[in-house]
């Protein structure tokens, strides 16, 4: 019988030289994954850009805009997120898979679990053997007691040479892993750490840098920042951390001897947005979006990690302030990034 709807057909694309078919509704991703392509990828929600490929031929319907993630210049020559492309056609994709070789899975053991705030928990990660990685990326953890569930978190501290690493776990409500780092003493456990992904680090320039965290949003912007210290760049700073209230606070030590050490101008201003009244706090008052204006410094280049909601809020005032979206660099603490990677 005639039928006036057509039935969705599986299109092909070509992976750099290997064809796969795409079944229809499938992301680019779970095509490539399924068929046994090594695809960098890690959040899988379009808050990494770890899986950006560039879009030669054909055409995909994305699920969600790049825009807020690719720069202008990488959406002009057809970057696409292949977690959040659709082809709609057979296409042409260009990867570049030079990275995966880097990435790998590392047992350890963890040696400290203090608690920052009532809902953060600084786990120290004693590893096997090192785990090369860009300050500002995160990688996926998984404990010996929580068999087949791995969470991705930004590595807190700069890459250590006796292969510590360091990660800020923020209790997510009802996120099974988060409750068990924050319910049982982990110390002693043996951890599994899988990395590095995302592409938040510091770019090489002389701009003045403005660096802006919410909430555990501060792990890679301090790890970011002593890597900078290490290696000798000289940028005047200013770093806004946004928290609810006085108990968000913390790693303010660390951040105190970043500032002593740092070689330029560094001013680091914290902003509470839901302080109780009446309170001890002599600090500003607000959303990290009041004290942009009189911060922003001409040519500044911005690095931003939090929640998207910030994100997403600081992105447009800088742009309404003139920041090159090519000095914007995010990373996005979704609550899919939290639990993403349950793979
Ligand atoms: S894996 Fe696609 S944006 Fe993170």
């Known amino acids: 019988m005639f039928s006036f709807f057509t039935k969705p057909r599986a299109v092909t ?3 750099n030289d290997v064809v796969i078919t795409v079944r229809p509704k499938e992301t680019l991703l779970q095509a490539a994954l399924r068929e046994g392509i090594d695809f960098p990828h890690s959040c899988r929600v379009g808050g990494c850009a770890t899986c950006k490929c560039q879009l030669v031929e054909g055409k995909v319907k994305e699920l969600t805009q790049a825009g ?3 720069s202008d210049d990488e959406l002009d020559r057809g970057f696409i997120l292949a977690c959040q492309s659709v082809p709609s056609t057979n296409v042409r994709i260009k990867v570049d898979t030079s990275h995966i070789e880097a990435h790998r899975k590392v047992s350890g053991r963890v040696v400290g679990q203090e608690r920052l705030t009532h809902d953060i928990v600084h786990l120290r990660i004693q590893l096997d053997e090192s785990l090369p990685y860009k300050a500002g990326q995160f990688a996926q953890l998984s404990v010996q007691d929580l068999p087949g569930v791995a969470r991705s978190f930004s590595f807190a501290t700069r ?3 006796n292969s510590q690493v360091s990660f800020f776990v923020r209790k997510v409500p009802d996120g099974v892993f988060t409750s068990h780092v924050h319910a049982q003493s982990l110390v002693s456990s043996r951890v599994s750490v899988e990395g590095p992904g995302g592409n938040f680090w510091l770019r090489p320039a002389s701009a003045p840098l403005l660096l802006i965290a919410g ?5 890679p912007i301090l790890a970011l920042l002593q890597e900078a210290l290490h290696e000798g760049v000289k940028r005047p700073a200013t770093l806004i951390f946004g928290a609810r209230t006085q108990a968000d606070l913390y790693a303010l030590e660390d951040i105190g001897e970043i500032s002593r050490r740092w ?6 201003l914290p902003i509470l947005s839901q302080e109780p009244e009446p309170s001890s706090w002599t600090g500003r008052l607000g959303l990290v979006t009041d004290l942009i204006p009189e911060r922003l410094r001409p040519g500044c280049h911005a690095y931003l990690c939090g929640p998207p909601a910030m994100i997403d809020a ?4 800088l742009l309404q302030h003139g920041v090159d979206r090519a000095h914007i660099h995010a990373d996005r603490f979704t609550t899919q990034h939290d639990v993403s990677a349950a793979a």
Do not use: H, K, M
Not at 215 to 219: D, R
Not at 263 to 268: L, S, Y
Not at 314 to 317: C, D, E, P, R, S
């Open 13 to 15: 694309a070509l992976i």
């Open 68 to 70: 807020y993630i690719l």
């Open 159 to 161: 890459v250590q040479p």
């Open 215 to 219: 909430g555990s949003g501060l792990a």
């Open 263 to 268: 070689p330029e101008a560094f001013t680091f």
């Open 314 to 317: 600081v992105t447009a005032l």
